[in-house]
Every structure is written in C-alpha cells, then in structure tokens.
C-alpha cells in the first residue's frame, strides 16, 4: 500500500496562474481532508471531504476549490494564484472522522 | 466554534527533564482530541488519543474538561522527542481543526 501520494511535490507558479494539487489514497478511506501549512499558524483546513461525491468549507476555503469525484482521489485546485497561497500543502485521509489521519507528504508550492 | 490553542511555539527542555506541551480547546459538545507530531522530514503520524488513555513512547495526556485542556506530558525527556507537535480536536461533522503547534526541542 502507498498509503496517501501527493502529487507534485514542489511547484513554483506566478500570480495569476492556475493549477491542481492531486491527492491519491488507496486505503478506500471515506474521509479527505486538505491543509495547509505555515509558519506560526500550524496546519489549517482548507476543504474536507466525507464520502466519494461531496466537499465542505474547512477554516481557510477561500481561493481554492475541491473535487472528489472518485473515492480515491481528493483534488485541490487555485484559480488564480496569489503570494499568500505560498504553503506547504498536506492531503491526508480517514476511515471514519475518529479515526487517525493518514498523511501525504506534502507539497510545496510559492507563488512569486 | 471548535478552536485549538497551543500557546507555546517553541519548548527547549535538557535531555532527562519533563516536558509538558500545552493545549486548549474550545468546544461546545464533547471533544475528541489527538496529538500528532511530525519529526524532521517525516509525515505527520498519530501519537495519542484521549479516548485511547495510553501511552506512546512515554507521552501522556488527560483530557481535563474543567480547564478544557488535553496537556501532553513526559516525565523524561528524551532527545529523539524533537519534533513538532499539534493538538487537534475532531467534531462530528468530519472537521479535524489542529492547533499552532509546538516545536519541542530536547538538548543532550
């Protein structure tokens, strides 16, 4: 089992410019969660999922959007890059919302 | 609303010493809380649960619903406990919100 695969793992992008963070778990886990990571703000949700089909607010949605339209695949997407979506990126997942989270390893992604 | 605080960024403890890495939480129902920590250029990872009441690698912590904390504790520190370390609380509509985190640094 690969457990949770983030896909890239780095990206540098310019304002403006779009793209997608693909995260990819085969575990068949329902829940999927989004986060990102910065400095002296700890990990903050931005987009979470419960089951194949549905997406909900987390604490930080603005400027991203999400799609789970596999079970498997949970995918992040920027419209239009800005400097403060510069982040580490943490997909993680779970059988159930009590159960631990199983975490990718991150992306890293500046917006210059 | 569900919220975490760690109000310490940084801990430095000397190898031998107890450590207690601080955490509050404001919940309006009953909580579910974790610790997680995250060593250098590892994946964050489940360390304990309070529904669990265990203890991993020598941590502890006991959820304290008067004072709304869940306080993670080791009698002796030890210097491969550097690590990040966040406090996360899960409400029942799926959200797991973490806290700031604490950066725990053990020196020999």
């Known amino acids: 089992n690969a457990g949770v695969t983030q896909t890239p793992k780095f990206r540098v992008l310019k304002t403006g410019q779009s793209m997608t963070l693909l995260c990819a778990q085969d575990m068949n886990h329902e829940y999927m969660y989004w986060y990102r990571q910065d400095p002296g703000m700890g990990l903050r949700l931005i987009h979470y999922?419960?089951?194949?089909?549905?997406?909900a607010k987390g604490e930080v949605p603005d400027g991203y959007n999400v799609s789970r339209l596999k079970k498997q695949n949970f995918l992040l997407g920027l419209e239009s890059a800005a400097p403060s979506q510069t982040s580490v990126y943490f997909c993680a997942s779970s059988g159930d919302g009590n159960s631990p989270l199983h975490f990718g390893n991150g992306t890293r992604l500046t917006v210059t | 609303a569900q919220r975490v605080t760690q109000p310490e960024k940084l801990l430095s403890v000397f190898k031998g010493a107890p450590v207690e890495l601080k955490c509050n939480y404001s919940y309006s129902g009953s909580p579910e809380l974790f610790w997680y920590v995250q060593y250098s250029r590892q994946r964050l990872q489940l360390l304990l649960r309070?529904?669990s009441r265990e203890s991993i690698k020598g941590f502890t912590a006991d959820l304290n619903k008067g004072e709304t904390s869940f306080h993670l504790k080791k009698p002796f520190a030890q210097e491969e406990d550097s690590a990040m370390y966040y406090c996360?609380?899960?409400?029942?509509?799926?959200?797991?919100?973490f806290g700031q985190g604490t950066e725990l640094s053990v020196k020999p």
């Open positions: 996360a609380i899960y409400n029942q509509g799926g959200k797991l919100i």
């Open positions: 309070h529904i």
């Open positions: 999922s419960v089951g194949e089909g549905t997406t």
